[in-house]
């Protein structure tokens, strides 16, 4: 069902979005080609709140307030501590083999970090990643592998762990154990069938759902930001999408969350494409803001 819902520009002129969280009032947002983390309040000021000269990505924060940040093109895990000093929280060249991409922290501080895979802007054959878990002291290791892209993820309050797999047109949810490792994978939503592997165009033109950043909400559907389809995704486990939130002018999207002071803002990171060359020489990007009626849920 398309959506009738109105899109209002909380702000403009980024480069390019991604992983947007609420967090003390407003929200943080990574963008990539200004390489550095902002934060917006609701009236859409910008703030500084980091720089990442390797390119940021998934945030989220440790039980005691430290925030974690993803380098992605140096495939580190920043630690940036309350006191505002930083340093690096993990090393995860040895267990990727692409950028880094998204992350999701746990209640207990264990981040789940995604990579790509293989070289996406310089157009290597789709591979298929690892998930990674960094524990709270910075200890790294495989969490669950052969999937997809592993993007946008979240965790419920029960304790499922929720990743998007944006070359399968699927969310794949894992059980996490009591000492963090996973268990019972399975399909949450297999929107469309898996395209068999094969080089990008080929794979992503076999179907037309690609989700990317996602939020959890109360009544445990996800929000989905399609890559393929300019528009936000609401999907219901089993696969069927009961509302799909269109962009405005020609504008793709690829993040959301949900959030704002009574968690029912649901916020859309938007830009022309997902190019690294165009979206680094160009200030393009938006962020879209409208109200749902289910809340927020679980992490991040």
Same mark, same amino acid.
């Given at each position: 069902?398309? @959506?009738?819902?109105?899109? &209002?520009?909380?702000?403009?002129?980024?480069?390019?979005?991604?992983?947007?969280?609420?967090?003390?009032?407003?929200?943080?947002? @990574? /963008?990539?080609?200004?390489?550095?983390?902002?934060?917006?309040?609701?009236?859409?000021?910008?703030?500084?709140?980091?720089?990442?000269? #390797?390119?940021?990505? %998934?945030? =989220?924060?440790?039980?005691?307030?430290?925030?974690?940040?993803? @380098?992605?093109?140096?495939?580190?895990?920043?630690?940036?501590?309350?006191? %505002? !000093?930083?340093?690096?929280?993990?090393?995860? !060249?040895?267990? &990727?083999?692409?950028?880094?991409?998204?992350?999701?922290?746990?209640?207990?501080?264990?981040?789940?970090?995604?990579?790509? =895979?293989?070289?996406?802007?310089?157009?290597?054959?789709? +591979?298929?990643?690892?998930?990674?878990?960094?524990?709270? $002291?910075?200890?790294?290791?495989? *969490?669950?592998?052969?999937?997809?892209?592993?993007? =946008?993820?979240?965790?419920?309050?029960?304790?499922?762990?929720?990743? #998007?797999?944006?070359?399968?047109?699927?969310?794949?949810?894992?059980?996490?154990?009591? /000492? %963090? !490792?996973? +268990?019972?994978?399975?399909?949450?939503?297999?929107?469309?069938?898996?395209?068999?592997?094969?080089?990008?165009?080929?794979?992503?033109?076999?179907? @037309?759902?690609?989700?990317?950043?996602? *939020?959890?909400?109360?009544?445990?559907?996800?929000?989905? #930001?399609?890559?393929?389809?300019? +528009?936000?995704?609401?999907?219901?486990?089993?696969?069927?999408?009961?509302?799909?939130?269109?962009?405005? %002018?020609?504008?793709?999207?690829?993040?959301?969350?949900?959030?704002?002071? $009574?968690?029912?803002?649901?916020?859309?990171?938007?830009?022309? /494409?997902?190019?690294?060359?165009?979206?680094?020489? +160009?200030?393009? *990007?938006?962020?879209?803001?409208? &109200?749902?009626?289910?809340?927020?849920?679980?992490?991040?």
């Amino acid at each position: 069902m398309t @959506s009738q819902r109105t899109l &209002t520009t909380l702000f403009e002129g980024g480069s390019y979005f991604e992983c947007p969280r609420w967090r003390e009032d407003r929200w943080w947002v @990574s /963008d990539f080609y200004r390489h550095a983390v902002f934060t917006y309040d609701p009236e859409g000021r910008e703030q500084l709140a980091l720089e990442v000269e #390797a390119q940021p990505s %998934g945030l =989220g924060w440790l039980p005691g307030g430290d925030l974690l940040v993803v @380098s992605m093109k140096d495939r580190r895990v920043l630690r940036r501590k309350v006191d %505002g !000093s930083i340093a690096t929280h993990a090393e995860l !060249s040895d267990l &990727t083999t692409g950028h880094l991409n998204d992350l999701v922290v746990d209640g207990q501080g264990r981040a789940f970090v995604g990579n790509f =895979g293989f070289d996406l802007m310089a157009g290597g054959q789709p +591979a298929p990643a690892a998930l990674v878990r960094v524990d709270p $002291d910075g200890a790294a290791t495989i *969490a669950a592998d052969d999937l997809w892209f592993p993007n =946008g993820m979240m965790i419920t309050d029960d304790g499922t762990l929720i990743v #998007a797999e944006t070359f399968a047109a699927r969310l794949t949810a894992f059980d996490i154990q009591a /000492d %963090g !490792s996973l +268990a019972n994978r399975r399909a949450w939503a297999q929107v469309q069938p898996a395209p068999e592997p094969a080089d990008t165009e080929t794979m992503l033109s076999a179907v @037309s759902f690609a989700p990317d950043g996602c *939020a959890l909400d109360a009544e445990g559907h996800v929000w989905a #930001a399609n890559a393929l389809g300019a +528009a936000v995704c609401h999907v219901a486990p089993g696969g069927r999408i009961v509302e799909e939130l269109p962009m405005p %002018g020609g504008l793709g999207v690829f993040a959301c969350g949900l959030g704002g002071p $009574d968690g029912r803002t649901l916020i859309a990171c938007a830009a022309p /494409d997902f190019h690294e060359q165009a979206r680094a020489a +160009a200030r393009e *990007a938006v962020l879209l803001t409208t &109200t749902v009626e289910v809340p927020h849920a679980g992490l991040p």
